[in-house]
C-alpha cells in the first residue's frame, strides 16, 4: 500500500541548492590553491635554506683551510682544495673595510656559483684576522649574487 505525499513535507531540505554546491565548490577550490601556494613558497624557502647552508660550509672550508695553513697571505685555496672543491679563480665580493683582499673564487656547487673573497687584517705583530666573504644568488637562475655570508677567524703568526 502506498501512502500518500506528505503535502506538509519540503523536499527542498533533502538536497543541496544550486548555491550551496557553488559555495561549497569555491571553498574547495580555495583549499587547494591555498594547499599548493603553500607548497610553492615551503619549497622556496627551502631552496633559500639550503643555499645559505650550502654558502656557510664553503665559507667555513675555505676560512679553516686557511687557518690550517698558516694564515699566510699567499694562500691559494685552488691549489689547495681543487681535489675536494670546484673551486677557480674569479670575481667576488668586496672585502670588508680594513680588510686586505687576498683574491677572488667561484665555486660551483650543484649549479649554484658562489663567489668568495678571501681577506686579512693585521691586528698585531703576531695576530692575524682572516675573512672569508661568500655571496650567491638568491633567486634560481639569477646570475648576481645578492646574498652574502661572512666568517672570521684569528691566526697566532709564528
Not at 682572516?130 to 666568517?151: E, I, K, M, Q
Request: proline share 4%; aromatic share 6%; charged share 15%.
Amino acid at each position: 500500500m502506498m501512502r500518500p505525499r506528505d503535502k506538509t513535507c519540503d523536499c527542498r531540505c533533502r538536497a543541496g541548492t544550486l548555491v550551496e554546491l557553488i559555495v561549497a565548490l569555491t571553498v574547495l577550490v580555495l583549499v587547494i590553491l591555498g594547499h599548493g601556494i603553500a607548497g610553492y613558497h615551503a619549497r622556496l624557502d627551502i631552496q633559500g635554506a639550503q643555499r645559505h647552508s650550502t654558502a656557510a660550509t664553503t665559507a667555513l672550508l675555505l676560512c679553516e683551510s686557511w687557518a690550517g695553513a698558516g694564515g699566510g697571505v699567499t694562500y691559494d685555496p685552488v691549489t689547495n682544495l681543487a681535489s675536494q672543491l670546484p673551486i677557480t679563480a674569479g670575481s667576488g665580493p668586496e672585502a670588508p673595510a680594513d680588510f686586505t683582499s687576498r683574491g677572488s673564487y667561484c665555486v660551483r656547487i650543484d649549479g649554484v656559483s658562489y663567489s668568495a673573497t678571501l681577506s686579512s687584517q693585521e691586528l698585531a705583530t703576531a695576530l692575524r684576522a682572516l675573512n672569508v666573504t661568500v655571496a650567491w644568488p638568491s633567486r634560481y637562475g639569477s646570475a648576481s649574487p645578492d646574498r652574502d655570508f661572512r666568517l672570521t677567524t684569528y691566526v697566532l703568526l709564528d
